[in-house]
């Protein structure tokens, strides 16, 4: 009971995380939680970010605690969350997490997975980490391209939020955008500096800004040619953050029953693919993950409809 308050537990057995507990030998009554806890240092440099726990897979009532003070809660076995635990982390200092578990929820009722699986799915399934971010930040990017109608030319259109999380509004701000082929090589954009509005506190900016791109490889199932956009956040002369996204220039669309990637139809060949393993459960590992697209290849599959049960 209220294991979170205890600043040390005892006599608790170890489990492998990520992992179901099922798979590892744990039996949990249902309806009732399970208690995971561990111990874990926050770098002194981190002070004065944001710091965020990013949690991609807990299945499928959770509670998180940090230092016995709740974090937040999830329902929901199949989809990531974050919590933002700044003010209850101590930098420099050893902390401590505790998560409490239900599996059988109405989540999991709802999904029907625990019956699919024939088995109870509960447990820690994906990674828990955290990371920082300024206090001012990039909280989304998204990149989305389309062609003309000679499928030649391409427009790149970025849907961009900037957050305030800092205790003063600010203005002054602008975005930096640098675009590189496959190779590294710069390509030129037209006002690849626009200036950020100000931003009052906890509020969030958001941005449509797009680039036209003259004659750019195409992506496709066979060709994957990737660009990488870089989005600097400058305040001054100072870089405040900066991120990364690759991407292909493609554009589906479907016209009555085919599917048209860059205005040419393509033909499906796939597997409806389940996360599994006999020895882990619905919980896979990165080799596994890499064997599964190993298969794919060796049948000349060039889809997967992934199902995360």
Known sequence: KNFWEKPTIENWRSIEVPGEWVMQGFEVEKG????????????????????????NGIYSDSRIYINGKEAGSHLGGFTAFELDVTDLVQTGKENRIAVSVISESLADSTSSASQYAVHPLGGITRDLYLFTLPEVNLSMF?????F????????LKTDIEITNESSAAISGLSLHFTLKDADGKDIQLKQNTRPVQHIAVGA???AEISFDIMKPEKWDSEHPYLYTMKIEL???????????KRFGFREVQIEGNRLLVNGKPVKLRGVCRHEAHPLTGRVMTPELERKDVELYRAANCNRSEERRV
């Open 32 to 55: 009732k939680a399970a208690g995971y806890f561990r111990t874990f240092t926050v770098p002194s440099s981190w002070n004065g970010q944001r710091i965020k726990l990013r949690c």
């Open 148 to 155: 003309d109608s000679s499928y030649v030319d391409a427009v």
């Open 234 to 244: 400058e305040n001054g002369d100072h870089t405040a953050e900066q991120i990364e």
């Open 204 to 206: 969030t900016e958001k």
């Open 142 to 146: 998204h990149a989305n391209t389309s």
